[in-house]
């Protein structure tokens, strides 16, 4: 079998990769996502707080602070043109004493200098002028009107579906375990054996980039993965709060946050805790434990008992502390250690590494067709009900309901699953489609989404999966046809 030849290979089908491979696509050249899982929006991506920060947090000087400022500043338009839910909501960092003021001020400070708009410190009652759930005990707040929140992996998705729109090629199950240089080409194998040959490589690996750093040349940096646990919340809770909600952060980060989410949910989280296997993404008694009082102290008046769901993500801590993006060697670029912002500083991220690939000499002739605009996913919810009606006529499929919860209609399923990147699971479907993310969490639509994939894709029902991997929804049949 002839090996695949590539200008551009980016490792990692995450966030970070996903725009990045957008953002060449704008170019005569050919690239490739390769993803280790069966599809993307798998690590970080999928299990993180859906923060765009405004910038005041990270230390002037820093990738990060500059890459934050200037991602949250692009983010609008990259969710506007991607179709990506996104709601510029300001956040706050509130106070409860004297002391905690004295280190609001220091940030209102150093998020003027790294340049974000607005900031100011505000007095107790004056923050709960607009957010009146909010502890009567908060005495101070620092108010950053940019700050926004937006859906994570629904920009993964995005970002990803309009790089293949644009000619991008995604491989999945793609473990890389080898890249070999010989001459101007580089060799990145799989675990299967199935390789790929590029002129260069972008290593957007996140929790596992510092190995795949190491595959090309020593690696000069180390990721320490950091657990962070989180709890959703009912959508009856989502209107609590308006902005996001930070208590004072610690060496750790920003600490537990109290936030809307764009799909109207509320969102308490996340712990941080350090810890040694890559994989870990269980959550625990007290983790969870902890994110609920930390939330209460915020929000006394939260009710309890409407949880609908929790997890976990890992951060792709370096060591350093800053984020990585530099030549290890010619045609081998690390984007690395994107921990938070990460997020808020993809768009950023994106537009710096395609700048370092046409300043290195590699030949970047824009596209004349390339289209940055994507159809929302969920363009129908926002018909009115004559133009509902008007689609169901054409398409009867819309008119059938599947998840209640969420009101998910069978034809935003069977399109969800027609469109590039398509899901190959059903965790996949309620990533674009929200089927299965309701109060039941998939108790009720589960059975008919699967049937679904089943027909769509030409997978036998009984090895339809929830996320891949050994995860078989079905075990036999019990009746005949």
Not at 180 to 194: D, L, P, Y
Not at 315 to 326: C, L, T
Request: proline share 4%; aromatic share 6%.
């Amino acid at each position: 079998m002839m090996t695949r030849e590539y200008d551009f290979a980016v490792i990692g089908g995450g966030v970070i990769g996903g725009l990045i491979a957008r953002e060449l696509s704008r170019f005569e050249v050919t690239t490739v996502i390769l993803e280790r899982s069966m599809d993307v929006s798998m690590g970080a991506s999928k299990a993180n707080s859906g923060i765009v920060h405004a910038g005041f947090d990270a230390e002037r000087g820093t990738l990060k602070a500059r890459m934050n400022v200037r991602g949250s500043e692009l983010m609008e338009t990259v969710a506007s043109e991607l179709g990506v839910g996104y709601r510029r909501n300001g956040s706050v960092v509130t106070a409860f004493s004297d002391k905690e003021r004295e280190h609001l001020l220091r940030l209102a400070e150093r998020g003027a200098r790294n340049g974000v708009k607005d900031i100011s410190v505000i007095d107790g009652d004056r923050l709960r002028e607009f957010e009146p759930n909010l502890s009567p005990e908060i005495k101070y707040a620092l108010y950053a009107p940019t700050g926004a929140i937006i859906s994570p992996y629904g920009l993964c998705i995005a970002a990803v579906g309009n790089a293949m729109d644009n000619g991008c090629d995604l491989m999945r199950g793609f473990e890389v375990t080898a890249v070999e240089r010989s001459g101007e080409w580089f060799t990145v194998t799989s675990s299967t054996g199935e390789a790929i040959r590029c002129r260069a490589v972008i290593n957007a690996a996140g929790i596992n980039s510092d190995i795949v750093a190491s595959m090309a040349s020593p690696a000069r940096f180390r990721i320490l993965p950091r657990k962070g646990e989180y709890l959703l919340c009912d959508k009856e809770l989502g209107g609590m709060v308006g902005c996001t909600v930070f208590g004072c952060p610690t060496e750790k980060g920003k600490g537990v946050l109290v936030t809307p989410t764009v799909d109207g949910n509320l969102l308490l989280g996340p712990t941080a805790e350090d810890v040694q296997d890559r994989d870990d993404v269980a959550t625990c008694a007290d983790g969870l434990s902890y994110v609920e009082r930390s939330a209460l102290r915020q929000l006394p008046r939260l009710p309890r008992g409407k949880v609908i769901t929790s997890f976990a993500g890992l951060r792709a801590k370096a060591d350093g502390g800053d984020f990585i993006i530099e030549w290890s060697e010619r045609g081998f670029l690390n984007v690395a250690g994107i921990d938070s912002p990460g997020l808020s500083s993809a768009p950023a991220i994106a537009e710096t590494v395609v700048d370092m690939i046409g300043n290195s000499g590699f030949r970047l002739d824009r596209k004349r067709n390339f289209d940055p605009f994507r159809k929302p996913l969920d363009w129908f919810s926002r018909l009115s009900d004559e133009e509902k009606s008007e689609v169901i006529r054409e398409r009867p499929e819309y008119g059938h309901i599947v998840c209640r919860c969420e009101k998910i209609s069978e034809g935003e399923i069977r399109d969800a699953i027609r469109r590039d990147p398509r899901p190959h699971d059903t965790d996949g479907i309620k990533r674009r489609t929200r089927s299965g993310m309701g109060r039941c969490q998939g108790g009720f639509c589960l059975p008919r989404v699967a049937e679904i994939l089943s027909e769509e894709t030409g997978i036998p029902f009984l090895e339809i999966t929830k996320a891949s991997g050994g995860s078989y929804i079905n075990k036999s049949r019990t009746k005949g046809d």
